[in-house]
């Protein structure tokens, strides 16, 4: 299981964008929970505090019932706490095909997995629900150790965030081979020292990874 001198001895996925399909935008998640067009969702002072607020979020800096007040607050009437919800809960719309078949390359082989994901509670309750059991994100709950972001209290790419997921699994960075699709996030990743590929969200991304995990040594699948 070597890319060169390399011996990867743990797969980390993010979530979003990698195993999940999620909206890209505010805007496209206001769309995706059925609300009529806004030009909310164009004012770059309400983007910009909207991800300052998301951050917090995905921190666990602010309760979600704050955040949607929070959220529903700077909107300029485009939302109630309800309706900012609503499009929180639109935001993830399932796995992308093919994910099962990295997950049973990695088994056939003993190879651990891990996740480390930028979420927030809501989201974290569908993609993994404490009885472990999901039949809407069934992959992700195959996934043998989950880390969000909240629970951390640190977020992607800050390299805090990577150091702690190593002393919570004890592995090392030579070690870890990461899939995220944030150019950024893989950036910080390899400053640790792991190995990290960025994964494009658009296009097969079970195709991409199989394409890594065999390039790396790890499965022989692609």
């Known amino acids: 299981m070597s890319d060169g001198e390399r011996e990867i001895g743990l797969v980390v996925f993010d979530l979003g964008g990698v195993i999940v399909r999620i909206a890209r935008s505010w805007g496209e998640a206001h769309e995706l929970a059925g609300f009529l067009p806004h030009p909310i969702v164009e004012s770059e002072q309400f983007v910009a505090e909207r991800a300052r607020l998301a951050h917090e979020h995905q921190v666990g800096a602010i309760e979600p019932r704050d955040y949607y007040a929070a959220v529903a607050a700077i909107s300029q009437g485009a939302?109630?706490?309800?309706?900012?919800?609503?499009?929180?809960?639109?935001?993830?719309?399932?796995?992308?095909p093919g994910i099962d078949e990295v997950l049973d390359a990695l088994a056939a082989r003993g190879v651990p997995t891990a996740a480390l994901s930028n979420t927030n509670p809501p989201h974290w309750a569908r993609?993994?629900?404490?009885?472990?059991?999901s039949t809407e994100y069934p992959n992700v709950v195959r996934i043998e150790r989950r880390y969000p972001s909240h629970l951390i209290?640190?977020?992607?790419?800050?390299?805090?965030?990577?150091?702690?997921?190593?002393?919570?699994?004890?592995?090392?960075?030579?070690?870890?081979?990461?899939?995220d699709d944030g150019e950024e996030n893989v950036d910080a990743a390899r400053e640790r020292g792991w190995a990290a590929e960025v994964i494009d969200h658009t296009d097969d991304t079970a195709a991409q990874m199989l394409y890594h995990l065999d390039r790396y040594g790890v499965t022989g699948t692609a």
């Open 79 to 96: 939302y109630d706490a309800a309706g900012v919800e609503q499009i929180i809960q639109a935001w993830t719309r399932g796995e992308y």
């Open 127 to 133: 993609l993994s629900p404490p009885n472990g059991v």
């Open 153 to 179: 209290g640190l977020a992607k790419p800050d390299p805090a965030i990577y150091a702690a997921f190593e002393a919570e699994t004890g592995a090392e960075p030579s070690e870890i081979l990461f899939f």
